[in-house]
């Protein structure tokens, strides 16, 4: 609580300093001007207010101070913790549901990763490979592939194993998950 009594005394110093250097007068006179004794739980206490009458509304008031900073030993704090991690990321999902995304098969699963998605759009003449397509239609810069299928893609030939339809990748997901 000391340091709370600290951290006010700094913004309340800082606030009479500032509104005594805007309207060119001493702080004491900041004092004498604003300040008012505020009554809160029946407890007295001195702060600062500033009241701006309005047309056809109540008027604006802001206040400084009338916050008690004793110890209360009977304050219940609700507080809920943070939870920081709910589940696995998409990416780790699909890794741990271990398959190859392009063949379906289970064996040695690698990440094949391309620094950005513009990078699957090179070429527009050509014909994408079957890979690219995938991960243009996932809208994913990564992908689990079994090392034969990363080994075809990294070195441009064909892919040796028979690929899999994307509607089976979404069924193999929801069963693994």
């Given at each position: 609580?000391?340091?709370?009594?600290?951290?006010?005394?700094?913004?309340?110093?800082?606030?009479?300093?500032?509104?005594?250097?805007?309207?060119?007068?001493?702080?004491?006179?900041?004092?004498?001007?604003?300040?008012?004794?505020?009554?809160?739980?029946?407890?007295?206490?001195?702060?600062?207010?500033?009241?701006?009458?309005?047309?056809?509304?109540?008027?604006?008031?802001?206040?400084?101070?009338?916050?008690?900073?004793?110890?209360?030993?009977?304050?219940?704090?609700?507080?809920?913790?943070?939870?920081?991690?709910?589940?696995?990321?998409?990416?780790?999902?699909?890794?741990?549901?271990?398959?190859?995304?392009?063949?379906?098969?289970?064996?040695?699963?690698?990440?094949?990763?391309v620094r950005a998605m513009k990078d699957l759009h090179t070429h527009p003449g050509?014909?994408?490979?079957?890979?690219?397509?995938?991960?243009?239609?996932?809208?994913?810069?990564?992908?689990?592939?079994?090392?034969?299928?990363?080994?075809?893609?990294?070195?441009?030939?064909?892919?040796?194993?028979?690929?899999?339809?994307?509607?089976?990748?979404?069924?193999?997901?929801?069963?693994?998950?």
């Amino acid at each position: 609580m000391h340091t709370l009594r600290k951290l006010k005394w700094v913004m309340e110093t800082s606030l009479t300093k500032t509104l005594a250097h805007k309207f060119k007068v001493s702080v004491p006179k900041i004092y004498e001007k604003y300040g008012v004794e505020l009554v809160i739980d029946n407890k007295r206490s001195k702060g600062l207010q500033v009241s701006i009458p309005r047309q056809d509304k109540k008027p604006l008031v802001a206040t400084w101070g009338g916050v008690s900073l004793s110890w209360d030993i009977n304050a219940t704090l609700e507080e809920q913790p943070l939870k920081i991690y709910v589940d696995h990321s998409e990416l780790v999902q699909r890794l741990l549901a271990g398959y190859c995304e392009l063949c379906g098969t289970t064996e040695e699963i690698e990440v094949h990763h391309v620094r950005a998605m513009k990078d699957l759009h090179t070429h527009p003449g050509r014909e994408k490979p079957e890979w690219v397509k995938r991960m243009i239609a996932l809208k994913r810069k990564t992908m689990p592939l079994c090392r034969t299928c990363h080994d075809d893609v990294h070195a441009g030939r064909p892919l040796r194993r028979q690929t899999i339809k994307l509607t089976e990748v979404k069924a193999l997901q929801k069963a693994k998950l």
